[in-house]
C-alpha cells in the first residue's frame, strides 16, 4: 500500500500531521476541554420535538441562510456579552472550525498570509495551510501572554492578511486584554499598504469561562474586526458541531462567497435552536465548571505545580523537564486511568475541568505520580 507522500498532495501538506487527541478508553478522559455534563433531560426531549417536526421536510432542502438559528445566536450575544448585534452580523457554520475555514477562503488563500501567537490553537495553522494561505508565528512572553510591543513590530514587517487572536488561549487558558487586541487590530490595519485593513479574528470558543467579560463589543466600529464562538464548549455541544461568528454585516456577507450551499442541515438547525431556548440552564453548569476550573488550579499550586492563569474550562499545569518530561508525566497519569492532553507545549500539560469526582480522580492521581517521580528520583 502506498503512503500519503507517493500522491500528488500539495507541497505544503507533506509531512503534515492530522489534527487529533488520543480517543482512549479510561475511566476518567480530561484531554479534550468537553463539557462533562450530559445534556439535561427536558433539553433532550425539547431537541427530539424540534427534529422531528424537520424530520418532516428532509425531503427539501433546509433554510439556506439559517435566518432563524443566526437571530437566535445574535439574541444570545446580544444578552449575555453586552453588546448588541443582529441577525445580519452573524454567521453559523458547522463548529468553528468550519467558520475560521471560511475567513480563511474569503481573506487568506495563495500569496496572502496569517498570523498566530503560538503556542494557541493548532487548528489555526492547519486551516491556513489547507487553504493555501501561508502561516507565521508571533512572539508570546514567558508567561504565555502577548507582548504587544513585539506582536506590533511582528505585524508591521510581515504585514499579515489575516491575523489570529486567541482568547482565552488554547492551549495555555490566558485571557487577552482589550488594550492587546485594540493595539493589534490598529497595527493590523496600518500594515496593510493596499488601502484594505487586514482581517482580526478574536477566537473566543471558551468566552464564557473567562473571568473577564466578552471583547463582543470591539467589533463596534471595526469593520475587519471578527469574533468567533462555539456551541461545543460552553452549551455542551461538542456532538452538535455548531460554530458561529459576529462580525460586520459585511463580513458575514463575504464569507457567503465560499460556503457550500446548505452547509448547516436542518437537523442541526433545530437541535441548536433547541439549545438555546436553555441558555440559562446550560450556563448554569457553566458556573459550577468554573468554580472547578479554579478549584484545580489551586490545589494543583498546592502540590507545587506550575500552572498558568486560567480563563478557560482546562488548566495548563507543569512545569516539567521538557518534552520528554511532559510526556513521562501524562503516561503515568494514564497508568493511573487519568487521560489528559499533551499539548506538545515543552514542560506542560493540559487538563480539562471535568465534574467534581473526575477532578478529585485526577488530582489523587497528581499526588500519587509525584510521589512515584521523588521516589524514583531519589534511588
Known amino acids: 500500500m502506498n503512503d500519503i507522500d507517493s500522491l500528488p498532495i500539495r507541497d505544503e501538506l507533506r509531512g503534515k500531521s492530522p489534527y487529533g487527541a488520543p480517543q482512549l478508553d479510561v475511566p476518567v478522559r480530561l484531554n479534550t476541554n468537553e463539557n462533562p455534563y450530559p445534556l439535561p433531560d427536558p433539553l433532550v426531549e425539547r431537541i427530539a420535538q424540534r427534529v422531528t417536526e424537520a424530520a418532516r421536510d428532509l425531503n427539501r432542502y433546509p433554510d439556506r441562510d439559517a435566518v432563524e438559528l443566526r437571530a437566535g445566536l445574535a439574541h444570545y450575544l446580544s444578552r449575555t456579552a453586552g453588546h448588541p448585534v443582529t441577525r445580519e452580523q452573524v454567521w453559523a457554520a458547522n463548529g468553528s472550525n468550519e467558520v475560521l475555514q471560511q475567513l480563511l477562503q474569503a481573506f487568506g488563500g495563495p500569496g496572502r ?40 513590530r511582528t505585524i508591521a514587517e510581515q504585514r499579515p492578511d489575516i491575523v489570529f487572536i486567541c482568547s482565552p488561549n488554547n492551549p495555555t487558558g490566558t485571557a487577552v486584554t482589550e488594550e ?76 457567503q462567497l465560499v460556503r457550500l450551499p446548505y452547509h448547516l442541515s436542518a437537523v442541526t438547525q433545530a437541535t441548536a435552536l433547541a439549545a438555546l431556548e436553555h441558555t440559562d440552564t446550560l450556563l448554569g453548569y457553566v458556573e459550577q465548571l468554573k468554580a472547578e476550573r479554579d478549584r484545580l488550579v489551586d490545589e494543583l499550586r498546592a502540590m507545587g505545580c506550575q500552572v498558568t492563569e486560567s480563563d478557560a474550562n482546562f488548566v495548563q499545569f507543569g512545569r516539567f523537564d521538557g518534552a520528554a518530561g511532559s510526556h513521562a508525566v501524562w503516561e503515568a497519569l494514564l497508568a493511573h486511568g487519568v487521560l489528559v492532553r499533551d499539548n506538545g507545549v515543552p514542560g506542560w500539560l493540559r487538563v480539562s475541568a471535568g465534574t467534581p469526582e473526575e477532578n478529585d480522580t485526577f488530582l489523587d492521581a497528581v499526588r500519587a505520580v509525584t510521589k512515584e517521580l521523588k521516589e524514583k528520583s531519589d534511588t
Open 113 to 152: 498570509t496569517a498570523l498566530g501567537f503560538e503556542p494557541s490553537y493548532s487548528m489555526h495553522a492547519l486551516l491556513a495551510r489547507g487553504t493555501g494561505t501561508g502561516w507565521l508565528s508571533g512572539p508570546r512572553n514567558e508567561d504565555f501572554t502577548i507582548d504587544i510591543d513585539a506582536a506590533v
Open 180 to 255: 492587546t487586541v485594540l493595539a493589534l487590530y490598529e497595527a493590523a490595519q496600518a500594515a496593510r499598504s493596499d488601502g484594505h485593513g487586514a482581517l482580526v479574528v478574536l477566537d473566543e470558543a471558551y468566552g464564557e469561562f473567562s473571568h473577564h467579560p466578552s471583547l463582543l463589543p470591539l467589533i463596534e466600529g471595526r469593520p475587519t474586526l471578527v469574533l468567533s464562538r462555539t456551541m461545543s464548549k460552553a452549551f455542551g455541544a461538542a456532538g452538535l458541531r455548531l460554530g458561529y461568528l459576529a462580525a460586520d454585516a459585511a463580513v458575514v456577507d463575504a464569507v
